[in-house]
């Protein structure tokens, strides 16, 4: 859950960064950074924050340069401290080089712990630190097959962008966890998590890193490697990345997500064809899928629970009372469209309960009469150990209850997901090349259980 980008031979790239940043901000609102290669070493500024608040212009002025990387985070491995945002830089050997990186490796732990035994002092919480340190011990061999051996000793997740110089590479995991798109801006080159960031600053798409690659982009132009085997690369795209978290006007894993989001909301009108007064999201999770409702079934799309774009960081408050005025700061109802009416609500998933349910409770208070809530995807049963910020299977609602014991908990009249058959439908094609660890508990590496937020944690 973090979003990267950089960008090769073109003038004022800080600048560039700051506004693709900008554009993948959903990805991360921890934490925001950037690091220029200004022709003789790396600069970097970063700190807590959204991008808004960490840049100026004043800055972004003290950040010349024509290479840059940059990231905008929402920690799933190390906590949100100041030490732990990135891009993370170091000196060696009269060289410096800085990383962002997407994703989350489940060998982390191990991995630190055989360096630490061997003299390596870590400064950080992070896995991404690990990539570091493994890059950094085999650099003697040459970067490229560093950045190899490195990419077989770790496992999971990770998109990666590593500033060495004057030089940008770019290395994806064999599984394709995370997206990784390249692209072209004034005979430069460009890379994003999403395409939703080339759109802004004009870049032509050209193609996603592919699963397993190494790009070196250098004052020569583009080079690639591939160092495993065919049968090693074995796609396995996050699912979840097409139900919520990518933008809906991104490019991922080639494929647009606006229409696979509406695609998912017609499978449920197919598996779950339902008569009521109209149809509504909570947005905006919710949006697309119910657009994608209202077409199949006919029936009228209502924005009638209106969002709060202004609600910043809440406090938790210590009264109950105070802690439901922080809810509704969000989301609020439009109580003269709703009052008296059957309603079919659509959102994208059901993690722990809570917040459906308070958002449930105030549909109801609204006066409607019946509420009908939909799921554009199956239950969320198993967490995620690859960069989407799932809770252990403890906290996860679907993983203890029935759907009738969830039902009478969310106090509605229909609770319907939609079957994993349905969702690899709305996808097409890529149908066997997506992660459903989630859903299913059969995860494409193999994991352990006992994994930690904070690798360092004894």
């Known amino acids: 859950m973090c979003g990267l980008f950089g960008i090769f031979g073109v003038k004022e790239a800080a600048n560039y960064t700051y506004f693709g940043l900008y554009s993948l901000q959903h990805r991360g609102q921890e934490s925001a950074g950037i690091a220029v290669y200004n022709g003789k070493k790396i600069k970097e500024w970063k700190n807590i924050g959204l991008v808004?608040?960490?840049?100026?212009?004043?800055?972004?002025?003290?950040?010349?340069?024509?290479?840059?990387?940059?990231?905008?985070?929402?920690?799933?491995?190390?906590?949100?401290?100041?030490?732990?945002?990135?891009?993370?830089?170091?000196?060696?050997?009269?060289?410096?080089?800085?990383?962002?990186?997407?994703?989350?490796?489940?060998?982390?732990?191990?991995?630190?712990?055989?360096?630490?035994?061997?003299?390596?002092?870590?400064?950080?919480?992070?896995?991404?630190?690990?990539?570091?340190?493994?890059?950094v011990r085999n650099l003697k061999k040459g970067l490229v097959e560093a950045i190899a051996e490195t990419m077989k000793q770790i496992k999971g997740a990770y998109s990666v962008l590593l500033l060495y110089d004057d030089i940008l590479i770019a290395f994806r995991d064999p599984w394709g966890f995370r997206p990784l798109a390249l692209g072209m801006l004034n005979g430069g080159y460009v890379l994003a998590s999403e395409t939703c960031a080339f759109d802004l600053i004009g870049v032509q798409y050209l193609r996603d890193i592919e699963p397993g690659e190494i790009l070196v982009i250098n004052k020569d132009g583009l080079t690639s490697y591939y160092p495993f085997k065919k049968e090693k690369i074995n796609k396995s795209f996050c699912i979840f990345e097409f139900i919520y978290f990518a933008r809906p006007d991104s490019y991922i894993f080639q494929k647009s997500v606006y229409p696979v989001r509406k695609n998912l909301g017609k499978n449920l009108y197919k598996e779950c064809p339902l008569e009521a007064d109209f149809v509504m999201p909570f947005p905006d999770s919710g949006n697309y899928a119910a657009i994608g409702y209202s077409q199949a079934s006919g029936l009228p799309l209502e924005l009638c629970m209106i969002r709060n774009h202004y609600v910043g960081r809440t406090f938790i408050q210590p009264s109950q009372r105070l802690r439901d005025i922080s809810v509704k700061m969000k989301l609020n109802p439009v109580k003269e469209i709703i009052k008296g009416k059957e309603v079919i609500v659509i959102d994208d998933s059901l993690v722990r309960g809570t917040t459906s349910r308070n958002r449930l409770k105030s549909i109801k208070e609204a006066g409607a009469k019946k509420i009908h809530f939909l799921l554009s995807c199956p239950p969320l049963k198993f967490p995620c150990f690859f960069g989407i910020d799932f809770p252990s299977s403890s906290e996860l609602i679907a993983a203890k209850h029935s759907v009738e014991e969830i039902r009478k908990y969310l106090d509605i009249n229909t609770l319907y997901y939609l079957s994993i058959e349905g969702l690899l439908d709305a996808i097409g094609d890529l149908r066997n090349k997506v992660c459903l660890a989630c859903f299913t508990g059969e995860y494409p590496v193999e994991v352990d259980f006992s994994f930690r937020k904070n690798i360092a944690e004894v």
Not at 70 to 75: F, I, T
Not at 86 to 112: D, E, W
């Open 52 to 135: 808004n608040e960490v840049f100026n212009e004043e800055i972004l002025k003290n950040l010349p340069g024509e290479i840059a990387i940059g990231h905008v985070r929402y920690s799933t491995t190390g906590s949100a401290i100041l030490q732990n945002v990135q891009p993370f830089c170091i000196n060696f050997a009269k060289k410096t080089m800085a990383i962002v990186h997407n994703g989350n490796l489940v060998n982390a732990y191990s991995i630190r712990c055989n360096l630490e035994e061997e003299g390596h002092i870590f400064q950080t919480t992070m896995d991404s630190e690990v990539i570091v340190h493994l890059i």
